[in-house]
C-alpha cells in the first residue's frame, strides 16, 4: 500500500466536513464538521511524520488538538448562548452584521 | 567703477535709518491699544531721528573726497544658496544720499502735518505706524546694496501703499482703489522678479558692483531684455503707460499719503531703479528708447487728465504723472539725462508734497469735499495756505527762480541735446502744466465762492501751515541750491555719470521758448476759469475733456484688454474644471460608490456565504499552486 | 512501493478509512444533530486507529480520550441544552449555496487528491523506527519535544486552555438584572395570563399505560395533548389513543355503577 492513501484518506475527509460546513445550518453540526476538518489535517501532520521520519508532525498534530479542545469549549459556550437569547441554533438566524 | 569704501564714523549707523522707522512700526502696530496716546509723536520721532542722522551723514560724505562717497555695510550674510549668495548689506552713495534726505525730510515734514490732519481719526496710532512702515521700507529700498534686497523695499513700500491707500477701507471705493493699486503694481512687481533672475543667470550675481561691472560682458540682447522688465517694474510703481491707471484712484487714501507715497517718494521709485541701473540702459539702446516713449506718452496723459479733473487731488495726481514722465524722459536719455531726472525728482518731490499738503488743507477747511467747482475764493480765508499753494504753483510750472523751473528747463535742454522733437514734447508739455496748474489755481483760490451751505472754510492749525511753509521754502530755493551751491551734477556724476552734446537751440533759447509756452498755457488757464463765471456742475466738453474725465479710457483699456478675458478664462477654467476635472473625479467616486453599493450586497451577513467564498479561494490557491507546478 | 507497510496495516487501513468516510458522510447526511454527533464518534475513533497504525501511540490515545472523550461528551452535553428535539430543515433558505457548497467541496477534495497523489506517488516513508529509539520510545520522543523544542508553545497552550475556561464561564454565565420571581408573583402571572391556571394534566390518567407518552383521556374520552411533555409532541411521539380499551374501561364502569 502506498503512505499517500493516508494523505488522500485526509483530503477527502477535509473536503466532507467542508462540504458540511457550507451545506449545514444546525451550529452544533457545522462545529463538527470544522472539528472533522481539524482531524483530517491532524491525520495529514501524523502521515507526514512518519514519511519524514521525525516526530514534529505529530508534536503539531498534538498541539492542534489541545487548540481545538479549547476552541470547541469557547465555540460551544457562544453557541449556548446564541441558543438563549434567539431560541434558535441556526447558523443563519444570527446575520445582523450586514449591509 | 567708483571704489567701495567701508562704513566708518557716522556711516556704521546706515542700518539705524531703517531700523528707527521699522522700531517705530513694530511698536505703533503691535503695541495696541496702550500707544493709542503717545503712539503717533513716537512715529514722527523716529523719521525726525532718521531725518537728522541723514543729514549727519550728509555731512560727513561731503567731507569725502568724491571718489570715496559710496559707503558699503555688511550687517550679515542672508541668502546663501548654492550659487547664490546674498548679504544683507547697504550701500550709500551720493544717489542714495540724496533720497534719504528727501525720504526722510519730507517723510518728517507730512508727519508732523498728520499730526494735525489726522487728529480726529480713531485709527490714528494705524495711520502712524503703517507711515512710519513706509518710510522704513522706502530707506530699505535706496539703501540696499543689491536688487534682491532693493526688492524687499520695493515689495514693503507697495505692501505700505496698498495698506494705506485702503486705510479708510469702510469706504468701498478706498478698499477697491487699494486692491486695484496692489494688482496693478504686481504686474510691476514680476517685471523686475524676472529681471533679478536674469541677472543671476547672467552675471551670477545680484549686487549692484557685480551687475554693473560685468554689464559690458553681456550681451545686448540680455540687457535690453533686463532693461525692459526694468521698465516694466518702474512703470507699475511709478504709474507710467501703461500701468497708470491705479495712481488716480490711490487719491482715496488720506491726503499726507498722497503727498508722500503717491507724490514725493514711492512713485519715483521706478526712476530711482532706472538711473540706479544707468550700467544696463547705458548698453541697451532699445531699452533706453522704450523709456523715453513711455515717459513722453504719460507725460501727455497725465497732463491731459489733470487738465479735465474737478477732483483736486486727482488733479494733482494727473499732474504726477506727468511730472514723473518728465522724470523718466529724462533717464532714458542717458548720461545726458540721469542727473536732471533725479534732480527733477528732489524738486518735485519738496513742491508737489507741499501741493498736495496744500490741498489737503484746503480740503481740511472744506468738510473734506475735493471738488473744485465748489472751491472759490479761498484766499480770502487760508491766506498761508494760498501763499504756500501759489509758491508750489509757481514752481511746478516753471517759473523762475522757483525749483521747478531749473530742473525742468535742464531736462529740456537734455532733451534737446538728444533730439529735438523729445524737446519740442516736453515743451508743450510743460505749456499744458502751466494750463490746469493755472486753471487749478484758479478755480480753488480766485473767483467767487461757490461753497456749499454747511462749509465754512478757514486756516488749518500750525502743526499744519508750518509744514507748508518749509515746503514753499524749499519749492522756492532749492532748485537755485542743488544746483549753485550743492552743485547736483558734479555730486551725482560719480554714480550716473555725465555728458553734454551740442544742442541745435543756445540755453538761452530754450529757456525762452519754454517760458513762453509756459506763459501761453498760464493765461489760457486764468482767462478760462477767472473771466467767466465756473458753473458748478461741470458742462459737457469736448471729445478729449470726456476721455480726459475717464482717465483717458485707461479703465475701460483694461477692462477690455484685461479683465474681461480674465473672467472668461475663468469661466472657461471653471467650466472645464467642473465638467472634466470635476467630473472625472466625480465619475471614479460615483463608480467606487455604486459598484460598492452593487458589492456590499454581498455582505450577506450569512456566515455560511463567507465560508463559501473562503472555500473558493481555498480552491483557486490549491489551483494556482498546482498549475504553478505541473507547468 | 509498500515497504514497510506491511499486509495487516494495509487492511486495518483500508477497514478504517473506509468507516472513516462511512462516518463522515453520516456526519454530514444525517438530518438529527444527535446521529450527526454519534457518526462523527465513529469517525474519530477509526483516526484513533489510523494513528496507532501510523506509529503515533501517543497521538491515537489522546484522540479517543480528547474528542471521542471530551469533546464529544461537550458535544452531546450542548445539543442536550439546545434541544435533541430539533432537526434540521432540508429547505435551503441561501439560493445556490447548497449546490454552490458542494461543487466547491468536490472541486477542492479532486484538486487535493490529485495534487498529492501526483506529488507523493513515487515517496517512500522513513519511517519513524529511529526517531523513536533516540529516546526510547514515541511517547518519551514527544514528551522531549514538547519540553525542549516546543517549550514556549506548550506553556502558550497552558495559557490558552486557561483563558478558553475562562471564557467559556463567562460566556455561560447568565447575569440575572432582576430579583428572582417569589412563587406569590409567579403564581398571579400564572391567573393574569388568561391560560390554563392550574397543573397541567398528568398523563396516564383513564389510560391503561402510564408511559409519559400516553395522552391523558377528558372525562368525554378525548385524549389531552397538553399531559404529553412538548419535546415528545413536538417529535410526534404521542401514543395513540387505543379504542378497544375505551369501551374495556366504560364496561368495567358500568358493572361499578350497578
Not at chain 2, 102 to 126: A, C, F, N, Q, W
Not at chain 2, 289 to 299: D, H, N, Q
Not at chain 2, 588 to 617: D, E, K, P, T, W
Request: charged share 15%; hydrophobic share 55%.
Amino acid at each position: 500500500m502506498n503512505p499517500a492513501n493516508y494523505i488522500v484518506l485526509s483530503a477527502v475527509l477535509f473536503s466532507i466536513g467542508a462540504i458540511g460546513v457550507l451545506v449545514r445550518r444546525n451550529a452544533i453540526v457545522v462545529f463538527m464538521c470544522v472539528e472533522l476538518m481539524l482531524n483530517a489535517a491532524n491525520l495529514a501532520f501524523v502521515a507526514f511524520a512518519r514519511m519524514n521520519g521525525n516526530l514534529d508532525g505529530q508534536v503539531v498534530a498534538f498541539f492542534v488538538m489541545v487548540v481545538a479542545a479549547a476552541e470547541v469549549v469557547v465555540g460551544l459556550a457562544i453557541i449556548v448562548q446564541i441558543f438563549r437569547t434567539r431560541r434558535s441554533a441556526s447558523i443563519d438566524e444570527p446575520n445582523l452584521l450586514k449591509y | 567703477m567708483e571704489q567701495i569704501m567701508p562704513a566708518t564714523g557716522a556711516f556704521s549707523l546706515i542700518w539705524v535709518l531703517i531700523a528707527l522707522p521699522l522700531a517705530g512700526a513694530a511698536v505703533l502696530l503691535l503695541g495696541g491699544r496702550m500707544t493709542n496716546k503717545w503712539g503717533p509723536y513716537l512715529g514722527v520721532l523716529t523719521v525726525v531721528g532718521s531725518a537728522a542722522l541723514g543729514v549727519v551723514m550728509l555731512l560727513q560724505m561731503m567731507g569725502l573726497p568724491a571718489e570715496d562717497r559710496s559707503i558699503q555695510q555688511v550687517a550679515y550674510r542672508w541668502v546663501f544658496a548654492d550659487g547664490l549668495s546674498v548679504d544683507m548689506a547697504f550701500r550709500l552713495d551720493q544717489l542714495s544720499m540724496v533720497f534719504v534726505l528727501l525720504i526722510t525730510i519730507v517723510g518728517s515734514l507730512i508727519h508732523v502735518y498728520s499730526l494735525g490732519y489726522m487728529e480726529h481719526d480713531p485709527d490714528r496710532r494705524k495711520f502712524f505706524g503703517y507711515l512710519n512702515l513706509f518710510v522704513a521700507a522706502m530707506l530699505l529700498l535706496v539703501l540696499a546694496n543689491n536688487y534682491l534686497l532693493l526688492y524687499v523695499g520695493w515689495e514693503g513700500v507697495g505692501l505700505a501703499s496698498y495698506l494705506l491707500i485702503g486705510f479708510w477701507q469702510v469706504k468701498p471705493s478706498a478698499a477697491a482703489a487699494a486692491k486695484k493699486a496692489f494688482i496693478i503694481n504686481r504686474v510691476g512687481d514680476v517685471g523686475l522678479g524676472l529681471a533679478i533672475m536674469v541677472m543671476f543667470v547672467t552675471f551670477g550675481s545680484v549686487t549692484f558692483a557685480d551687475v554693473f561691472g560685468q554689464a559690458s560682458a553681456a550681451s545686448e540682447g540680455t540687457l535690453t531684455a533686463i532693461g525692459l522688465l526694468l521698465l516694466l517694474a518702474a512703470c507699475g510703481k511709478s504709474a507710467q503707460f501703461p500701468l497708470q491707471a491705479w495712481l488716480l484712484d490711490a487719491m482715496e487714501g488720506p491726503t499726507p499719503v498722497s503727498a508722500l507715497i503717491h507724490a514725493a517718494t514711492m512713485v519715483t521709485a521706478g526712476v530711482y531703479l532706472i538711473v540706479r541701473s544707468n550700467a544696463i540702459f547705458d548698453r541697451a539702446v532699445w531699452a533706453a528708447t522704450a523709456v523715453v516713449v513711455v515717459g513722453l506718452i504719460t507725460v501727455f496723459m497725465g497732463a491731459i487728465i489733470g487738465s479735465a479733473k474737478d477732483d483736486i487731488k486727482k488733479s494733482l495726481a494727473g499732474s504726477t504723472m506727468s511730472q514723473i514722465g518728465y522724470m523718466i524722459t529724462a533717464a532714458g536719455l542717458g548720461p545726458i539725462g540721469y542727473v536732471f531726472a533725479i534732480f527733477h525728482l528732489l524738486t518735485h518731490g519738496v513742491f508737489k508734497a507741499g501741493l498736495f499738503l496744500g490741498a489737503g488743507s484746503v480740503m481740511h477747511g472744506m468738510n473734506d469735499g475735493v471738488n473744485m467747482r465748489r472751491y472759490g475764493a479761498l484766499r480770502k480765508v487760508m491766506v498761508i495756505t494760498t501763499i504756500t499753494f501759489f509758491i508750489g504753483y509757481l514752481a511746478i510750472i516753471g517759473i523762475p527762480p522757483f525749483a521747478g523751473f531749473w530742473s525742468k528747463d535742464e531736462i529740456i535742454h537734455a532733451a534737446f541735446e538728444k533730439g529735438p522733437v523729445i524737446g519740442a514734447l516736453l515743451i508743450l508739455g510743460a505749456g499744458i502744466t502751466g494750463f490746469y496748474m493755472s486753471r487749478m489755481v484758479a478755480m480753488t483760490f480766485f473767483g467767487k465762492a461757490r461753497w456749499e451751505d454747511d462749509v465754512h472754510p478757514h486756516e488749518s492749525k500750525a502743526v499744519m501751515t508750518i509744514p507748508l511753509i518749509i515746503l514753499a521754502i524749499g519749492s522756492t530755493v532749492l532748485g537755485m541750491a542743488l544746483l549753485f551751491w550743492g552743485h547736483i551734477e558734479e555730486w551725482l556724476e560719480p554714480v550716473t555719470g555725465i555728458a553734454t552734446a551740442p544742442s541745435p537751440l543756445s540755453t538761452a533759447a530754450t529757456i525762452g521758448i519754454s517760458l513762453a509756452f509756459v506763459i501761453v498755457g498760464a493765461s489760457i488757464g486764468w482767462i478760462m476759469y477767472l473771466r467767466r463765471e465756473v458753473p458748478i456742475t461741470a458742462p459737457r466738453g469736448s471729445l478729449l475733456t470726456r476721455a480726459a474725465r475717464r482717465d483717458l479710457y485707461g479703465d475701460d483699456v483694461n477692462e477690455v484688454l484685461v479683465v474681461r478675458p480674465s473672467y472668461w478664462l475663468s469661466r472657461v477654467l471653471v467650466w472645464f474644471d467642473r465638467a472634466w476635472v470635476d467630473g472625472f473625479v466625480n465619475g471614479i467616486a460615483a463608480f467606487v460608490g455604486g459598484f460598492s453599493g452593487r458589492l456590499r450586497r454581498y455582505q450577506s451577513g450569512f456566515a455560511r456565504s463567507y465560508a463559501l467564498s473562503m472555500v473558493g479561494g481555498a480552491v483557486l490557491v490549491v489551483l494556482a499552486l498546482l498549475l504553478v507546478r505541473l507547468s | 512501493m509498500s515497504e514497510g507497510i506491511n499486509l495487516g496495516e494495509t487492511i486495518v487501513f483500508w477497514v478504517c478509512a473506509g468507516l472513516a468516510t462511512l462516518g463522515a458522510l453520516g456526519l454530514v447526511l444525517s438530518r438529527k444533530a444527535v446521529h450527526s454527533a454519534l457518526w462523527m464518534a465513529l469517525t474519530m475513533i477509526n483516526l484513533a486507529i489510523l494513528y496507532v497504525a501510523n506509529s503515533a501511540p501517543f497521538l491515537g490515545m489522546v484522540q479517543v480520550i480528547v474528542y471521542t472523550g471530551a469533546v464529544m461528551m461537550l458535544f452531546l452535553f450542548v445539543l442536550m441544552v439546545v434541544g435533541v428535539d430539533a432537526s434540521d430543515s432540508l429547505i435551503e433558505t441561501i439560493k445556490g449555496q447548497r449546490a454552490a457548497g458542494v461543487l466547491l467541496g468536490l472541486a477542492l477534495g479532486v484538486l487535493m487528491v490529485w495534487g498529492i497523489g501526483s506529488a507523493l506517488a513515487g515517496v517512500a516513508p522513513a519511517g519513524l523506527e529511529r526517531a523513536n529509539e533516540i529516546d526510547g520510545g514515541n511517547v518519551q520522543g514527544i514528551a522531549r519535544m514538547i519540553f525542549t523544542d516546543y517549550l514556549v508553545a506548550f506553556e502558550a497552550t497552558s495559557a490558552l486552555l486557561i483563558t478558553a475556561a475562562m471564557g467559556a464561564m463567562v460566556l455561560a454565565h447568565r447575569e440575572r438584572w432582576a430579583a428572582r420571581p417569589t412563587q406569590e408573583q409567579l403564581s398571579k402571572a400564572r391567573f393574569l395570563s388568561g391560560e390554563h391556571p392550574g397543573n397541567k394534566p398528568s398523563p396516564g390518567i383513564y389510560a391503561r399505560h402510564n408511559a409519559v407518552d400516553t395522552p391523558a383521556l377528558l372525562p368525554d374520552g378525548t385524549p389531552s395533548e397538553l399531559s404529553v411533555p412538548r419535546p415528545l409532541r413536538a417529535r410526534g411521539d404521542v401514543r395513540p389513543v387505543d379504542h378497544a380499551d375505551m369501551t374495556e374501561i366504560a364496561e368495567i364502569e358500568e358493572v361499578d355503577a350497578t
